[in-house]
Nanobody, 125 residues
């Protein structure tokens, strides 16, 4: 599976941004799609995930209510809509995919097999 993340950029605090993750190489509907982020010197942290069929989502507490992940299975693409952005949201954002699990509530990096290259989001104060 190849994943291509895009949509990062510079935005002011309080602004919005939408990231995209285009997938190829495997049936998109057979994959849970997630987003992680990483700041230099820190571990990669979970942001949100959407189930293979779009039927459920799960988010980190730090972004709940501000970020929404969706997917368009016809376009083999998942999205991360980010609103009310804060300077602490500044990071490289990665999309990731895995074969579906019984629960979305195991957001470990090690649970995900496929990774995109990352896209930088910078939120200025």
């Amino acid at each position: 599976v190849q994943l291509q993340a895009s949509g990062g950029g510079l935005v002011q605090a309080g602004g919005s941004l939408r990231l995209s993750c285009a997938a190829s190489g495997r049936t998109f509907t057979s994959l849970d799609m997630a987003w992680f982020r990483q700041v230099p010197g820190k571990e990669r942290e979970f942001v949100g995930v959407i189930a293979w069929n779009g039927g459920s989502t799960y988010y980190a507490e730090s972004v709940k209510g501000r970020f929404t992940t969706t997917r368009d299975n016809a376009k083999n693409t998942s999205y991360l809509e980010m609103k009310s952005l804060k300077p602490e949201d500044t990071a490289v954002y990665y999309c990731a995919a895995r074969v579906p699990k019984p629960t979305l509530r195991n957001p470990s990096v090690n649970e995900y097999t496929y990774w995109g290259q990352g896209t930088l989001v910078t939120v200025s104060s």
